[in-house]
């Protein structure tokens, strides 16, 4: 199982993520993308979800015509950990 990131770890991967925030009261990162249209949006969460399954590493995600909000925690590890953080990489690279 992956480790938690420790509180320096933590602020030192938010430096490296653009746009990424801390969710209030949880210890987890959230990010909104907004797409030209629900087809590019689901284009989008489709890449996603391949490169996520070879991870074995599922975000939480919310999906209303245009707008994807995603959260990434590693539930099993009661956090965020490396996992997280190279999820939230690989969603920001396929966006471009």
């Known amino acids: 199982m992956p480790k938690r990131l ?3 770890a933590l602020k030192e991967a938010l430096t490296t993520l653009t746009g990424w925030t801390r969710v209030e009261g949880r210890e987890a990162i959230t990010k909104r993308y907004v797409f030209r ?3 590019e949006a689901f284009g989008w969460m489709t890449r996603v979800a391949l490169v996520a399954e070879t991870m ?3 975000p939480e995600w919310f999906n ?3 707008t ?3 959260t990434l925690a590693t539930h099993d590890a009661g956090g ?3 996992l997280d953080v190279r999820l ?3 969603m920001d690279a396929l966006r471009l």
């Open 56 to 58: 074995g590493h599922h």
């Open 37 to 39: 249209d629900f087809s």
């Open 68 to 70: 994807v909000e995603v």
């Open 80 to 82: 965020l950990t490396e």
């Open 6 to 8: 420790g509180p320096d």
């Open 88 to 90: 939230a990489h690989a």
């Open 64 to 66: 209303v015509y245009r």
